[in-house]
């Protein structure tokens, strides 16, 4: 079949394989999905169809025998999953993504070939990081792999991990100097299936409010001899890593949640499109027209700012610690909110566990961990902010200071391999996106976007002003005791940042399509300006919104057949 210009092609054969959503004697599909969410277990039938298509090899790199060459068309693949059943998602597969990204980061040659064959054989790899005592706090982390002989020995408990019960191995975070300090923590890879029962107990499974059939549980070490040769990298680069790690899984799992609002968009007009109220469809009142413009508005500008932070994994590496920290941010925050606006609209049918409507709530609830699960939004809005001053200093004061290239916008364009070990701790002051806002306001513009081209250089000016200001910011101003008003520039400047990738992702976009419609972008500036829309922007977006209900095309930047 011809692949679609923004997705792989493996995308849709893995649609077909999970077959129609909404078919009640699909095994797969919705039905099935609550039943199993009902009984707190994981989805079986779905467990088997990853497995047949062998998900794991979308986490494995090329070189290494898998599937794993870019990280937009994973997370592509991987909304399949979440436009579904998000449960399916992480219990399945994104935790092994999660400690495989790891180990291509930090891991030598010998270890990411084991890491390799496990998955590719369709085995289980756990992310062990989380202490229920220290949340985020990965530097105050307590669990401790202490030098014993030629060995060391692992002490302490890791809890609410996904899949730390049946997993064949696991990637874990642990202290190997008391000091406080950047250095003082390890990662180690651990064979689980080697690990002398004595000294390790499962902890009894965490209950969730979402995500219920995920297997979130967690173990307690005492002294567990392993071999000095477990560490992944040096002792001391444990942090080092697992934060460089963090910037590929902090924009791919946000990217991937957008399925989960596309379907629960899907699900908001199909019910008010068939629901009547006061002598006609609900769909057609101007409140619930307009709410639903806009979570497509939304919907559309979350995926943009997602792709170019994919993207510039590949092509701007020294700077994926700017945009990892916002894509999570802002993302997480434009789906969550937009999932509650759907939940107004369909009133006390988004409460109902069965029916048309019965997927929505579980889709809700399972949505919630993208603000704080990894990683939090707050974790990610504390990284940004210490990153402030020195952005500010070097890349927004200075139109035309380090621009982007152009194949970060160019959706369709080729992409070099991802290249973990090039990713940097902080950007050291470069942010060509945001540079790339500068050379915008100055680019020669059609005469009919004239209001498009005022809003770039509008932005540009305050980009300028807020570079001015940040600048300004002392050491005391950057931690976490930081005033709010100093954490109310990182909001300002992903708003920015967001506004800049959806301008340059219309102008980029092949014409004819809805993408180079500039309605859409007009949409995305007014709705991050918390204004209506419109009318002509809002009758644009209500028409395609329409049109991808009845030919059954996802609802974000793809527009993809959908089962």
């Not at 291509?104 to 369709?122: F, I, K, V």
């Not at 305050?462 to 008003?485: K, M, W």
């Not at 102008?507 to 829309?533: K, V, Y």
């Amino acid at each position: 079949m011809t692949a679609h210009p923004l997705a792989p092609a493996r995308a849709d054969d893995l649609d077909r394989l999970l077959g129609p959503l909404f078919d009640d004697t699909n095994p797969t599909g919705a039905t099935e999905i609550l039943a199993a969410d009902e009984r707190a277990e994981m989805l079986a039938a779905g467990e088997k169809a990853l497995h047949t298509y062998g998900l794991n090899a979308e986490f494995v790199p090329e070189a290494l025998g898998g599937r794993l060459t870019r990280a937009d068309h994973l997370a592509e693949v991987l909304r399949t999953v979440y436009r579904r059943d998000p449960a399916l998602g992480l219990g399945h597969g994104v935790s092994s993504l999660i400690a495989g990204v790891t180990l291509w980061t930090a891991g030598d040659t010998r270890q990411t070939r084991h890491a390799a064959d496990l998955l590719l054989d369709g085995r289980r790899i756990a992310i062990a990081f989380h202490e229920l005592a220290h949340g985020n706090d990965m530097a105050g982390m307590e669990f401790a792999a202490t030098p014993a002989g030629d060995g060391l020995l692992l002490s302490g408990r890791k809890e609410v991990v996904t899949n730390i019960g049946r997993a064949d191995a696991l990637v874990v975070l642990a202290r190997t100097d008391p000091r406080p300090g950047a250095r003082s923590h390890s990662l180690v890879l651990l064979d689980r299936t080697a690990a002398d029962r004595a000294h390790v107990v499962d902890l009894p499974r965490f209950a969730t409010a979402g995500m219920r059939g995920v297997q979130l549980g967690g173990l307690s070490f005492d002294q567990l001899p392993v071999s000095r040769d477990a560490l992944l990298g040096p002792a001391g680069s444990g942090l080092e890593n697992a934060l460089k790690a963090l910037q590929t899984t902090r924009t791919v799992l946000p990217a991937m949640a957008t399925g989960t609002l596309d379907t629960g968009l899907r699900i908001a007009v199909r019910h008010l499109t068939e629901r009547r109220l006061y002598g006609g469809a609900a769909v057609d009142l101007p409140y619930v027209r307009s709410t639903l413009a806009g979570v497509f508005a939304d919907l559309l500008r979350a995926e943009a700012l997602s792709a170019v932070g994919a993207r510039a994994l590949h092509l701007l590496p020294r700077s994926a610690s700017v945009y990892a920290s916002a894509v999570k941010f802002e993302v997480s925050r434009l789906l969550l909110e937009a999932m509650d606006r759907l939940a107004e609209l369909l009133g006390a049918h988004f409460y109902l566990r069965e029916g048309p409507t019965g997927l929505f709530q579980k889709l809700l609830r399972d949505l919630a961990p993208v603000g704080f699960g990894h990683i939090a939004r707050a974790a990610c809005q504390m990284s940004l902010l210490a990153q402030l001053p020195l952005l500010g200093r070097r890349s927004w004061t200075r139109p035309g200071a380090d621009p982007a290239p152009d194949g970060l916008f160019a959706l369709t364009g080729d992409l070099p391999p991802l290249p973990f070990g090039a990713l940097a701790l902080h950007a050291s002051g470069r942010d060509p996106l945001a540079g790339s806002l500068h050379a915008l306001a100055d680019a020669p513009w059609d005469p009919g976007h004239a209001g498009l081209r005022e809003a770039a250089r509008t932005d540009s000016a305050e980009l300028a002003a807020l570079g001015a200001l940040c600048a300004t910011l002392s050491p005391v101003d950057l931690g976490v005791d930081a005033r709010p008003e100093h954490y109310d520039l990182v909001t300002c400047y992903t708003r920015l940042l967001t506004r800049t990738a959806c301008l340059h992702v219309w102008r980029h976009s092949e014409p004819g399509t809805f993408l180079a419609d500039p309605a859409w972008a007009r949409a995305a500036l007014c709705r991050s300006d918390a204004g209506p829309l419109p009318v002509p922007v809002e009758d644009a977006l209500v028409t395609e919104l329409t049109h991808r209900h009845r030919a059954g095309l996802s609802y974000g930047l793809t527009a993809r057949p959908v089962s």
